[in-house]
């Protein structure tokens, strides 16, 4: 144990310290474990959404693959979709963790290709890649709130361990250490003052 100065000073701001950690550990635990229920929940949702992205892909593919029997080959109608620059970024912050909100504009698809020498398959193709689309912008969003919140977990977990395991130990033992010696002062105190007092009377 390093120097400590054996005074009741000292021993209240142990004592003062001693709470501060305690209420600080309170606080990170409070904060894991909100962490974790948001990291859990969005988890849930990405599992969720990783099916919907499969089953769209799967219809996606096959009616492609219809309309590419019927019409040819569709990447002459693909090239007539344009880019689509909507997807927009905002940030929500859970217990100061920052994160993403991933927007993208959800009306209803525009068909830029001709419908004359089309067919339903190529529009139903079109259909589901759009749904995919917006579904991935959502896993995206999720998958990076979650690698956020994980990395949050991680550095709150060491910092409730730190205070679980070496500041309040730390304070606690110290706190122990100066009140024994204290306690131990006063006795030494009060039997010199007894062996004063007894010199005095036997020297009347």
């Known amino acids: 144990m390093a120097q400590v100065f054996i005074t009741k000073n000292n021993l209240t701001a142990q004592k003062k310290s001693l709470d501060l950690a305690k209420l600080g550990y309170d606080l990170m635990d409070k904060k894991r474990n909100i962490l974790v229920r948001e990291m859990m929940t969005l988890a849930e949702k990405a599992s969720t959404i990783q099916k919907d992205i499969d089953a769209a892909y799967v219809q996606a593919y096959a009616a492609l693959e219809k309309a590419t029997v019927t019409l040819g080959d569709c990447s002459g109608y693909a090239q007539c979709v344009p880019v689509d620059d909507s997807v927009s970024l905002k940030i929500r912050s859970v217990m100061g963790v920052e994160l993403p909100e991933i927007s ?43 690698m956020r919140l994980a990395d949050a977990i991680k550095k709150t977990q060491k910092r409730t361990n730190a205070l679980s395991n070496i500041m309040i130990p730390k304070f606690t033992s110290t706190i122990k250490f100066i009140s024994d010696a204290l306690d131990e002062k006063e006795r030494e105190d009060f039997t010199r003052l007894k062996v004063i007092k007894r010199q005095k009377e036997n020297a009347v």
């Open 104 to 146: 993208i504009d959800s009306s209803q698809p525009y068909i830029y290709y001709g419908m004359n020498d089309t067919n339903s398959q190529l529009d139903e193709a079109f259909y589901q890649f759009e749904k995919v689309k917006r579904l991935t912008v959502e896993l995206a969003q999720i998958e990076s709130g979650v």
